[in-house]
């Protein structure tokens, strides 16, 4: 009789844990969800449809031919710079500095900070000003931009009809094996859309409870309560258009001239890896993530956030360093004597 | 009989055949051998021996490592220049570029090419003037000098020691976990020594009679008899300091200031990807692979070859194209609040 009042005591205090932990948890998944977060789904099929874009479907060969093109220094006007020299997927997707360092050694002219290539496929609006619809249009600009990689599209497109090669990949890719810049663009374009980081919060957005620690609820208890969430949501948790600042003014709003789009709105950028891509915010004044939680908090929402929320805040960030898709380094064509030199100048 | 006498007259066709192609191949391959030309041997045992540095043991761990300094921008000062910006794995380990081009966008002084990294550990001395006995010590150069990487070796080590995934890489490689600058150059050196390209001429050299076309067998033939292998020969067909120019003044010499080492002896680039990394020369003024032998034959050798001796040797060269190990670009480790920042300045 002792023993069963034992076990049954046991089994009470198990249920009242398994209650205290789990229920708690699944009304957080919930929570987490109705405030607009979203899972990058483990389901293969489903992740496809969503990151595919039907005026520009994936296949592994135009992936391939992305990821050469992405690669490409020849894609520059003076042979050095590639599309992974300012979004440098070693390095998070970033370059690591405040603002683009491009042809001649230009920093951006408008003191503006590269943001990350990882999940930038989940973003509605890309750059800053949110100027263009998507990554296919977004690769077109900094190939072109003279502070960035500064070739014309002319030259872009010679140097890469001058490679047999490439001559061979646009024409697996693309039925009539027309090389045009569009094209080349949306090689580059669909091969972003494979970099994807999926992370232990879509485990947990996917049900499973275990995925992130306490600290790490507790964080996201604190991001969505305090209303980081009305900004950074979706899956990319960011990449929609939003007044920056709203309540007060942000410190280093005189670094730079960017002032938002025509409306002044920001790209929100995503927090996805965001550990991994100081400096933070527009022109890459910040450093800390502690400091950009803290900012965040004053800028955009008008509170002061104390010390263990921006702790707590930055706890659940972490959980969102992903896994980074395997990139095999490519092997490039090589240049011919008809491929147009490099020029530095 | 008529059945029989066809078949002996059919046997002693073949014989004559097996006579007449594959005698002469044996003695091409005698006659290479003998001209100082050597495989990259197939036998991994073998080959590990010969890349390996009894002063810098290889290991995967030190491999890996070295990978990712190898391809990080923060061992420059501006934080976006890799020892891959030059010697860019991609692009046959070059640049492309007739001069380097460095922090501050700094053309290289002395208007030097950036020598292949690749099949580099089989040279017997480092950089156009040979100043370095091993790519340990190379490795040291670029980092600190002013016009390429431009870090001083206090701000490298405090970068590296910055970031804990790096801690804890040196320590699994290095006993004591010391993160010093040699141990970085060490590291880096490690991966380079794995950067060998094995081709279809070195099958040739150790036997494969097919492994060359008749175009390739010819054009060897005439990089032996008309004198090239003189300065190209060893595992790397160059990597040896020799004089340059011997008989007839280079015709861009004008271009930099480079004058070799004490001696005048400068160092025979590898012929190895030779398709792959033009432009030639130390000061990379031509563009043409035709133009290159045409011209290392009159400053060297002292002949006019022709056409049909241009296009031989070409084709030979062609063969030297090979096989790139297959490198998984790294995920670095992130930079955190102790990074000593990047400077463009």
Redesign the interface.
């Known amino acids: 009789m002792k023993k069963l009042k034992l076990s049954l005591s046991l089994i009470a205090i198990l249920s009242t844990l398994s209650y205290a932990e789990s229920e708690p948890v699944n009304l957080m998944i919930e929570k987490a969800k109705s405030a607009g977060l979203s899972p990058i789904p483990s389901d293969k099929q489903k992740l496809k449809k969503l990151i595919d874009n039907p005026k520009n479907p994936l296949s592994d060969a135009k992936i391939e031919l992305g990821k050469k093109l992405y690669?490409?220094?020849?894609l520059s006007k003076?042979?050095?710079i590639s599309c992974n020299?300012c979004h440098?997927?070693?390095?998070?997707g970033v370059?690591?500095?405040s603002a683009a360092?491009g042809h001649?050694?230009s920093?951006n002219p408008h003191h503006l900070n590269s943001p990350t290539v990882y999940n930038a496929v989940f973003a509605k609006k890309q750059f800053w000003d949110g100027r263009s619809p998507d990554l296919e249009d977004q690769a077109q600009g900094p190939i072109q931009a003279e502070p960035e990689m500064a070739i014309s599209k002319e030259m872009a497109v010679d140097r890469i009809k001058s490679m047999p090669e490439y001559v061979k990949e646009f024409k697996e890719v693309y039925k009539d094996g027309n090389i045009t810049f569009k094209r080349i663009a949306d090689s580059i374009g669909a091969f972003e859309r494979t970099l994807v980081t999926p992370s232990r919060f879509d485990k947990f957005l996917e049900g499973n409870q275990n995925a992130l620690t306490d600290e790490e609820k507790e964080g996201l208890k604190t991001f969505i309560d305090k209303g980081c969430v009305s900004c950074h949501n979706g899956i990319a948790l960011g990449g929609t258009m939003k007044p920056f600042p709203t309540v007060k003014p942000y410190k280093y709003a005189n670094i730079g001239d960017f002032k938002g789009d025509k409306n002044g709105l920001v790209k929100v950028p995503t927090l996805r890896n965001i550990?991994?891509t100081?400096p933070y915010f527009h022109n890459g004044m910040v450093?800390?993530l502690k400091e950009a939680i803290k900012i965040m908090g004053e800028t955009q929402l008008g509170i002061e956030l104390n010390d263990k929320e921006i702790n707590s805040i930055k706890n659940f960030l972490k959980s969102l360093d992903g896994k980074?898709p395997?990139?095999?380094?490519?092997?490039?064509p090589?240049?011919t004597?008809d491929t147009p030199?490099?020029d530095?100048n």
Do not use: C, E, M
Not at 71 to 74: A, H, I
Not at 88 to 92: D, F, K, R, S, V
């Open positions: 690669f490409d220094p020849r003076s042979g050095i020299t440098n997927l070693a390095t998070g370059d690591g500095v360092i001649k050694w920093a550990t991994q100081a450093w800390s980074k395997k990139i095999v380094y490519p092997t490039l090589s240049v004597k030199k490099p530095a």
